[in-house]
């Protein structure tokens, strides 16, 4: 029995489609969120050998050693509040001694496509991996055969990347104190690493029982493939030319014509709205060309059409020169202000952060039930902030300028006014005190 087996960890499994089909591959298709773990006594910070690894990882690519002993301490005094774990990253906020709070990831590379194709059929032909990993367990051999095939499943050194808003740029307490968190986590649930490596269990076991079901059915036999008599082919070997090769992508699209005829335009007609219109359509077509030379482009899913509202802040996003953005502005309806927050919710999430700017899809009455549940939950009582519902789903933190926002999917987007607007202050995520860390952290920077 381990330190803290007496409190088992709770989580919350939030799952995201993408496209039209929620296995199409995406590598952000789940995200697992971890209540906040108590504090701990004991010497030990992780019982299994694949938790001790994994804080092998962080002690050999730490820097500075004292650093590490403090996030150490401080995660035993139960600093570290709700974890968020998805493809490639951890996510935490860190108290410190002093109540104040930081924002602390830490990132893992996740395995390419190729890369989990190879460990899916290597533990589909062994029964015990797929028993030992449905028993949470993490077998020396289930992690010695993948790295038989250069499958290297457990962090080695240099491979946990920090990235905190205490500024630092190696390892700070803040991020050691997450990693040992982690490992708490990776102690009673090996699904843990494998969701970070890339895949969460529900997709991972599904895959597997894909391949042990193809592999216990007969061969089929090979349809004959259709085509044309030989004789046939043969003889218009001299009338079709070879297919050509795709054409090389330039490094950068090709400048705009010059409208300037040295003669007046037609009424209604701006030539040098028509060149910037051109060397964004030129930029766009760049883009799109090298999208479809990409393998696997026929199956990606279609992008939706833009709205005129969403595609002029996409234009006024690139910064253009103040009579084109005030032209974008009057098109839209939008005022210059209005313009410019439209163009900064889309650098930062494009047509999703465009639409909780302006709150045009609303979340459903179950989604907004369960983030106020989680507002709840966030925080202990003495760092709960003081939030004030400004609207069905926003909340203003009392006495400041940041405000949170939930999406129609469940996500928090943080808030920050500027002037008499309010603009999104970062990337969405799962956890709102992780959002509004975020977005504290950020205002404090200016």
Excluded at 94 to 102: I, P
Excluded at 384 to 410: E, F, I, K, M, N
Aim: overall charge negative; charged content about 25%; proline content about 9%.
């Amino acid at each position: 029995m381990s330190e803290y087996d007496d409190d088992p960890v709770d989580f919350v499994d939030f799952t995201h489609e993408h496209g039209n089909d929620a296995h199409d591959g995406s590598d952000r298709a789940e995200e697992l969120t971890f209540a906040a773990l108590p504090p701990v006594r004991g010497r030990g910070f992780a019982r299994t050998w694949w938790g001790q690894a994994w804080l092998k990882a962080l002690e050999d690519t730490a820097l500075d050693g004292e650093q590490v002993k403090r996030g150490r301490k401080a995660a035993r005094e139960g600093a570290v509040g709700a974890v968020s774990v998805l493809p490639g990253r951890i996510t935490a906020v860190v108290r410190d001694a002093d109540g104040t709070t930081h924002r602390s990831d830490v990132l893992l590379r996740e395995l390419t496509e190729g890369e989990w194709d190879r460990f899916l059929d290597m533990a589909a032909d062994s029964a015990g991996h797929i028993a030992a990993l449905l028993d949470r367990e993490m077998p020396p051999h289930l992690v010695e055969d993948a790295a038989g095939l250069g499958l290297e499943l457990l962090p080695g050194i240099g491979d946990l990347e920090p990235e905190c808003t205490c500024g630092a740029w190696d390892h700070c307490p803040h991020t050691a104190a997450l990693c040992h968190q982690v490992a708490r986590l990776l102690d009673q649930d090996p699904f843990v690493l494998l969701l970070m490596r890339g895949r969460g269990e529900r997709r991972l076991l599904d895959d597997l029982q894909d391949r042990s079901a193809a592999r216990a059915e007969p061969a089929a036999e090979p349809a004959r493939p259709a085509g044309v008599p030989a004789a046939e082919a043969f003889a218009a070997r001299d009338i079709l030319p070879p297919l050509p090769a795709p054409p090389p992508v330039p490094e950068a699209p090709g400048a705009a014509q010059s409208l300037d005829t040295e003669t007046d335009p037609e009424p209604g007609v701006d030539p040098a709205a028509l060149e910037f219109l051109a060397a964004d359509a030129a930029s766009r077509a760049l883009r799109m060309l090298a999208e479809a030379l990409t393998p696997g482009h026929e199956q990606a899913a279609r992008e939706p059409a833009l709205t005129v509202e969403q595609d002029a802040a996409r234009l006024a996003a690139a910064r253009p020169a103040p009579w084109i953005a005030a032209r974008l502005a009057s098109g839209t309806g939008r005022r210059g202000a209005e313009l410019e927050a439209a163009a900064d919710a889309w650098r930062i999430g494009s047509a999703a952060a465009l639409a909780v700017l302006d709150g045009t899809r609303a979340p459903s009455p179950e989604v907004v039930a369960r983030g106020k549940a989680m507002l709840a939950e966030a925080w202990e009582p003495a760092d709960r902030p003081t939030l004030r519902a400004s609207a069905p789903a926003r909340w203003t933190v009392a006495g400041t300028d940041v405000q949170l926002r939930l999406a129609d999917d469940g996500r928090w987007w943080p808030f920050r006014r500027s002037g008499s607007h309010w603009t999104p202050a970062g990337p969405p995520t799962a956890d709102p005190a992780s959002a509004l860390a975020g977005a504290t952290a950020t205002a404090g920077e200016e």
